[in-house]
């Protein structure tokens, strides 16, 4: 592209933004070339719309010129889900970042793109309410996560995963039309009742797994949640089940599920020590040094006596399992501190709030701190399988990886003990190739012997021929990607959402 055509297209940018909103400078484009895997040139543009009116002036022109756009809203992926192989305008959304109502008396909130969790989580606390976060850090977007990656949590048993609590979207698709989708898609608008599917067929399954390739959400109501501590709830309100027997662990969980103890997870020494370690040093120093082979924990709620009982009773059901320990949060939690941080310093308010661990683990950027592959998967299977499909996955791994000791696992049941989430992490040194061909290689034997030899596992993404093989609900059918690119020509003719991933036609 010339320098004039360059001046043309920031020109016509600027006045839909403003000035000082849109750009071509290469040091503001430097920074959204890559993630902590994948690289690229960059972006042509860095475009930052204030709401929806600039959002459809934006893809009006870009349609016309076919200019390709990729929406940004936090980029704290692995996937290069939001780095612009194609240059063109990346459309960072953080500007919108309004909450737009909380409403107590009905539990939901209304919100745009660019609203994280942890304002999120503020919001609804100051009302007596919360939304079930993902295993991500505070600044998470939270459209993003709940589409993009169903957002798993620790309530995900109790509540859903992600997509559950979606009540309606209103979505500027490529060419500038409006598209409003659940609730919003009543005659009503927003004073519809919140109920998540619109009156008729809803097409809000289309949009589900769609990393920028069928437009940009800009406004969504979500289901908010009562806060435990609203309702006699205690701060040390977790229980966990301890073992050197990782097959015990889980045994344990699918019993404890059976008996109603559903809000629970399992995660291996090296997840722990991956997200315990402020950094990658003090992380490999953990996994080299292990307290337990794995570890169960269970959510509990209810006041302390409740809590002391459901201790008691667990204990009693865990009573097959030799070498299984039930023990409470501060039972446990000094080994890992001690571990994680030697100089008591990092993570000294924990000492004081046990409950302060649990944020620690579960919000903080733990892909920020320590470099991972991941390889997540939603099996909607028996959670007896869970145990078989790692061992096996880790063996696939393995046979390339050399280094056994560093794959890690997190294991989630969900409804009616299926289970919804296994994920698997190995450590590279990013500024080594080798390595981190090793490692990629790894995951790749993984997934490739779980999904299509095994056939029993649903994965987030799996490059096949530069496109992804997206999870899409609980089943992957044939003629559910053909669909899909029969809606992507429908609303973005010109292909320029994204292209060169997902739904590339």
């Known amino acids: 592209m010339d320098e004039s055509e360059q001046k043309r297209i920031v020109g016509v940018l600027q006045s839909i933004v403003g000035e000082k909103y849109a750009s071509a400078d290469p040091s503001i484009r430097f920074a959204y070339t890559r993630d902590q895997i994948v690289k690229s040139p960059g972006p042509d543009f860095v475009v930052l719309p204030k709401n929806k009116e600039e959002i459809k002036a934006i893809l009006k022109f870009a349609n016309q010129e076919c200019i390709p756009v990729i929406p940004k809203g936090t980029g704290a992926n692995l996937i290069g889900a939001v780095v612009p192989e194609k240059g063109g305008i990346i459309i960072g959304l953080k500007r919108m970042n309004r909450i737009l109502e909380i409403d107590p008396v009905n539990m939901t909130a209304t919100v745009e793109p660019g609203v994280t969790f942890g304002q999120l989580q503020k919001a609804a606390w100051d009302v007596g309410l919360f939304t079930p976060e993902p295993s991500g850090p505070h600044t998470v977007r939270i459209m993003s996560n709940f589409y993009g990656t169903r957002g798993l949590s620790t309530y995900s048993a109790k509540y859903g995963v992600g997509d559950r609590h979606i009540l309606g979207t209103e979505w500027i698709l490529p060419t500038g039309d409006e598209l ?4 919003f898609a009543h005659p ?40 435990m501590d609203a309702h006699g709830g205690i701060p040390d309100n977790y229980i966990y089940v301890i073992s050197q027997d990782f097959e015990e662990v889980f ?37 080299n040094t292990p307290a337990f082979a794995a570890m169960l924990t269970i959510v509990l709620e209810g006041t302390e006596r409740r809590i002391e009982f459901h201790k008691k009773r667990i204990k009693e059901l865990c009573k097959e399992f030799p070498s299984a320990m039930v023990v409470k949060m501060e039972d446990i939690q000094r080994p890992f501190l001690k571990a994680a941080d030697p100089t008591g310093n990092y993570l000294k308010p924990a000492m004081e709030n046990p409950r302060i661990m649990i944020d620690y683990m579960f919000l903080s950027a733990r892909a920020f701190r320590v470099h991972g592959a991941f390889g997540g998967n939603t099996p909607f299977l028996p959670a007896e399988e869970a145990y078989h499909i790692f061992k096996y996955s880790e063996k696939s791994a393995k046979e390339l990886a050399e280094r056994p000791q560093e794959i890690a696992c997190y294991f989630q049941p969900i409804d009616d003990c299926h289970y919804g989430c296994q994920e698997m992490d190995l450590y590279w040194d990013q500024f080594d190739p080798l390595d981190s061909i090793k490692a990629l290689s790894a995951f790749q034997a993984a997934e490739v012997k779980s999904m299509i030899t095994k056939r029993d596992s649903i994965f987030y993404y799996l490059y096949v021929e530069n496109d992804f093989m997206e999870a899409c609900g609980p089943l992957l059918f044939p003629g559910y990607f053909k669909l899909l690119k029969i809606w992507k020509k429908l609303v973005d003719p010109n292909n320029i959402m994204n292209p060169g991933k997902g739904l590339d036609v």
């Not at 722990?272 to 953990?286: D, E, R, V, W």
Request: with cysteine.
């Open 188 to 227: 009503s608008g927003e004073l519809a009742s919140n109920w998540e599917h619109a009156p008729g067929p809803d097409m809000s399954g289309f949009v589900m797994f769609a990393f920028g390739d069928l437009g940009i959400c800009v406004k969504s109501k979500i289901k908010l949640y009562p806060k």
């Open 251 to 287: 045994k344990a969980c699918v019993k404890l599920a059976k008996w109603g103890y559903t809000n629970s997870f399992i995660m291996r020494w090296p997840y722990i020590a991956m997200m315990f370690g402020h950094t990658q040093k003090a992380s490999q120093k953990m996994m």
């Open 180 to 183: 409003k989708l659940g609730c």
